[in-house]
């Protein structure tokens, strides 16, 4: 279990500040990806889909660094979150032929964090308590 902290760092330290970011200011998503609200209920959704679902998993990370009886709720989350991402922005991103260098760096974290939560929940049963 040595290496759950640094992992579980670098999971808080990847999607909360992101998440906090689209809550507080859904500017930056405009700025960084090219997605803005047409209309306040737009502005809402992006707020809660961009800034609310990655805040929760950053602090699902923050809790399970705190308590590590949470690690395997993370790690489940990672998997299902983090390849459904994956794949449909692989997809996206091969069907409309383009992408830009933060399509491909999020879908590289992406398909980090969904093979390593698989990983690590395939190996976690077995390491010593």
């Known amino acids: 279990m040595k290496y759950a902290?640094?992992?579980?760092?670098?999971?808080?330290?990847v999607w909360l500040p992101w998440g906090l970011?689209?809550?507080?200011?859904?500017?930056?998503?405009?700025?960084?990806?090219?997605?803005?609200?047409?209309?306040?209920?737009?502005?809402?959704?992006l707020?809660?889909?961009y800034g609310g679902v990655q805040t929760a998993v950053g602090l699902i990370a923050a809790?399970?660094?705190y308590d590590t009886r949470f690690f395997p709720n993370l790690l489940f989350t990672l998997a299902?979150?983090?390849?459904c991402l994956a794949l449909r922005r692989a997809d996206g991103l091969f069907g409309d032929?383009?992408?830009?260098?933060?399509?491909?760096g999020?879908?590289?974290?992406?398909?980090?964090?969904a093979i390593?939560?698989?990983?690590?929940?395939?190996?976690?049963?077995?390491l010593p308590k």
């Open 21 to 45: 970011m689209c809550v507080f200011d859904i500017t930056v998503i405009a700025d960084i990806i090219g997605v803005s609200g047409m209309t306040p209920s737009g502005n809402s959704d």
């Open 97 to 104: 032929d383009r992408g830009t260098a933060y399509t491909w």
């Open 47 to 49: 707020r809660a889909m």
């Open 5 to 13: 902290k640094p992992y579980l760092l670098f999971t808080v330290l």
């Open 80 to 83: 299902f979150v983090g390849s």
């Open 106 to 113: 999020v879908l590289a974290y992406e398909y980090f964090a």
């Open 116 to 126: 390593s939560s698989v990983v690590w929940l395939r190996i976690l049963p077995r």
């Open 63 to 65: 809790l399970a660094l």
